[in-house]
């Protein structure tokens, strides 16, 4: 094996990613090569510091500084405004629709069954956005 | 039966959540804040950021709890605040360090100050969070939440909401990455 090929296979080594033979290889040239064992524990040291910033020490005052901050930053309520946006909206449009019908009663004699197979009676049964998607929070990645 | 009662348990606290029951925020803060911190950490590389932001991470969570359907459990949903709120907060530091390398010139103080600070912190943690810094959002997100939180892969996949093979897929190249910075840093720092 060459030092450019423990360069490569170095972190998998260490998380024991890696095949058996590979590994068994790698140990290998790592016994005879004084620059990667270097290597490999500068490697081992910096993985390492993941487990020295994992310890999270007590904190009391946490909690209190988080309920302080929040009385001071207007809190993001539920809101009925937008519910009532969408109701109005519909009952104008459902009241648009039979002054409509009532207007054309008078002046045809287009009979109900054929404004349903018109497929009008579907346009005030169409079904509203549901409410929760107003609401929805999309935490997507950005990669 | 346990999990039944733990279901009941979780659910009869989001209620309190949803209702601004201050002991409900405390329990959530108290069952959930050395997670956030150390995910925060995993993003930030300082103690004192990932506090911050920890504490801007369950602010998010309490002023969004009526947002939260239950398709998922509250850590779940909890976790993806946190990776959302902390790939912002790297966001606004990227701009902000743009703007303070563009004003250099005019603050050749910023320099010192940063050179000091950076001395505080030992090479290796320096050369690992300058690799972290270097992944992208879903491969960072991945390595963090499996290495700094031991989530397991399935965990990570409802997270992020994605298959458990592309969480795989991100683990390998974010430590392929992470190899090649660390070499880089190695090469031009240690040796």
Redesign the interface.
């Known amino acids: 094996m060459k030092c450019s090929e423990v360069h490569k296979d170095l972190i998998f080594y260490i998380e024991g990613d890696l095949s058996p033979e590979r590994e068994k290889a790698l140990r290998k040239h790592l016994d005879s090569c004084s620059d990667c064992r270097a290597y490999e524990k500068f490697m081992r040291q910096s993985l390492g510091a993941i487990e020295m910033k994992k310890d999270v020490p007590a904190d009391d005052e946490f909690a209190g500084k988080v309920l302080e901050k929040m009385s001071s930053v207007p809190i993001k309520t539920f809101s009925i405004a937008p519910v009532l946006k969408y109701a109005a909206a519909a009952a104008v449009i459902v009241l648009g629709v039979f002054t409509g019908m009532g207007i054309a009663n008078l002046t045809t004699n287009t009979s109900t069954d054929k404004l349903a197979e018109a497929g009008e009676e579907y346009y005030y049964h169409d079904e509203m956005e549901p409410i929760e998607s107003f609401f929805l929070i999309k935490y997507d990645e950005d990669e | 039966m346990l999990r039944n009662n733990n279901d009941t348990e979780e659910r009869q606290l989001i209620n309190a959540l949803v209702a601004g029951n ?1 002991s409900a ?2 329990i959530i ?2 069952k959930y ?2 997670s956030v ?2 995910l925060c ?2 993003f930030t590389g300082s ?1 004192d950021d990932a ?1 911050d932001l ?2 801007e991470v ?2 998010e969570i ?3 709890i ?2 939260f ?1 239950r398709r998922s459990s509250f850590s779940t949903w909890m976790y ?2 946190a ?2 709120k902390s ?1 912002n907060f790297l966001r606004k530091k990227k701009n902000l360090v743009s703007m303070e390398q563009a004003n250099e010139t005019v603050t050749p103080a910023n320099n010192n100050t940063s050179a000091e600070k950076n001395l505080e912190i ?1 090479d ?2 320096r ?2 969070h300058t ?1 972290l810094d270097r992944l ?4 960072r ?1 991945a390595f963090i939440l499996s ?2 939180d031991d989530l397991q892969y399935a965990e990570i996949a409802d997270i ?1 909401k994605t298959s458990i093979s592309s969480v795989e897929s991100l683990l390998f190249r974010a ?2 990455n ?2 090649q910075s ?2 880089e840093y ?1 090469k031009n720092n ?1 040796k």
Do not use: D
Request: glycine share 4%; charged share 25%.
């Open positions: 201050e925020y405390r803060i108290e804040r050395e911190v150390r950490m995993g103690y506090q920890a504490q369950f602010i309490f002023n969004s009526s947002k359907k993806r605040v990776v959302n790939l030992s290796h943690a050369a690992l690799a992208p959002g879903k491969q997100a290495k700094y992020m430590k392929k992470l190899q660390l070499l190695y240690m």
